[in-house]
């Protein structure tokens, strides 16, 4: 039975995603301001306690243009990767605006929240902060994390570039572990994407396992073209993508071109959308979210659709408090719940904990190789469309008859990432 439209659920995780606290006192640590990202890296190699919270500022006019890796895995023909770290903020500017005009551009890899490269931490990103850059051009993926913990980019502009890959997954050591990676994006703008043809992810932002939470505050997107070079444009063509929570609140989307709906969302997963604007930018199937929440529903390209709530664009209204407070509140909180929930529950629970074979697939970033990371599943070059939803059909008809929940789960899984990667390969 299909999920009822949770435009409404409770906004739990919207909470733990917005919340954090300081480890220790802040430091600021760049007087004068940077002009590189080597010198970055430079001074954070030296930082041994990442408890302590770190402000990085760039000058104002700052362009970085990051080099490219090679198959060594080293970095040539430019500057580093801007590389997370927890409690480390980094801003344009004093203010950390937009307007100050930091640009990292180019190579195959913007920001790297792995261990493959550079500093190793195998930490969680706890208190990440990126304020007020322009990513442009970058070659095959913006951002890869995967690390746990929570990465908040803010007032930042994502222009012609590859997707932001939320890539965490637990150890197989620890496969029923709570832990997860939240990334939050506030006041940023996406204009002027386009999907880069075979072997991208047809995305922008991608949450690549049930782990990996997604939240989207007063964030715009403008002229972003999905369909253009895309050869599955009637299933694999989308802003957004995830596997795992995603919010969206007070979001506007104008002029973009998708080929199926502005998002997409597969498995149990938490969705709340409030307050979201649209402009010319409704899809085919949905006019905002597709929720393919059985195996079915990708068999059979019928997800449910949540639509657009607003009519008008809030990501620019103030969120300021009234000047003077009520003089009491307008009703008294109870001490015990209603006697009835507001919402029928889905049979599943809102967070599951799935078994250490659900959470092992996840996808690498294209263009980087991944010899040393064998956990990930490769699909097998030269696979057509075509021949993927003949895969994705076959497996589907030879278990429907066997399978219980649990299997079928698995095997919605599987097919979500074997559309994943047919645009990859």
């Given amino acids: 039975m299909k999920r009822q439209n949770r435009s409404k659920k409770r906004l739990a995780f919207f909470s733990l995603l917005t919340s954090g606290h300081r480890l220790a006192v802040a430091q600021t640590l760049t007087d004068p301001c940077l002009t590189t990202t080597n010198e970055l890296v430079s001074l954070e190699s030296r930082v041994a306690d990442t408890t302590v919270e770190r402000v990085y500022s760039f000058c104002e006019n700052t362009v970085v243009t990051v080099g490219s890796i090679d198959y060594n895995h080293d970095l040539v023909r430019g500057q580093e990767m801007l590389r997370l770290r927890p409690n480390m903020h980094v801003q344009c500017g004093r203010s950390g605006a937009r307007e100050n005009k930091c640009i990292i551009r180019n190579g195959n890899l913007l920001l790297d929240g792995t ?213 009491k509140p307008s009703f008294n909180p109870t001490e015990i719940p209603s006697q009835y929930p507001s919402t029928k529950p889905r049979a599943a629970p809102t967070f599951s904990i799935p078994s250490q074979e659900h959470e092992a697939w996840t996808q690498s970033p294209v263009g980087i190789s991944t010899a040393h990371r064998p956990e990930h599943r490769s699909f097998p070059p030269g696979g057509e469309p075509d021949r993927v939803h003949n895969v994705i059909k076959s497996t589907i008809n030879r278990s429907s008859a066997s399978a219980g929940s649990g299997d079928m789960f698995l095997l919605m899984r599987t097919a979500v990432a074997l559309l994943v990667l047919a645009t990859t390969f």
């Fill in 115 to 327: 261990h493959y490269f550079g500093l190793s931490d195998r930490g969680a990103l706890d208190n990440v902060v990126v304020r007020g850059f322009t990513f442009i051009g970058s070659k095959a993926q913006t951002a890869w994390i995967t690390k746990p913990g929570t990465v908040n980019f803010i007032d930042c502009e994502f222009r012609n570039q590859g997707p932001v890959l939320a890539d965490f997954s637990p150890p197989l050591s620890l496969p029923t572990s709570e832990t997860r990676l939240s990334i939050v994006f506030r006041r940023c703008l996406f204009i002027g994407n386009r999907f880069l043809g075979e072997r991208r992810h047809p995305s922008l932002v991608v949450g690549n396992g049930s782990r990996n939470r997604l939240l989207f505050e007063k964030t715009r997107w403008i002229s972003n073209d999905m369909v253009t070079n895309n050869t599955m444009v009637d299933t694999n063509s989308f802003l957004i993508s995830t596997s795992g929570p995603v919010a969206l609140v007070k979001n506007c989307f104008e002029f973009n071109h998708v080929g199926v709906s502005a998002v997409a969302v597969y498995g149990v997963a938490e969705i709340l959308s409030r307050n979201n604007f649209q402009n010319s930018s409704t899809g085919p199937k949905c006019s905002f979210i597709s929720d393919y929440a059985l195996a079915t529903d990708i068999e059979a390209q019928t997800p449910s659709c949540i639509d657009f709530d607003s009519i008008e664009c809030q990501a620019d209204l103030s969120d300021a408090p009234t000047r003077q407070p009520s003089e």
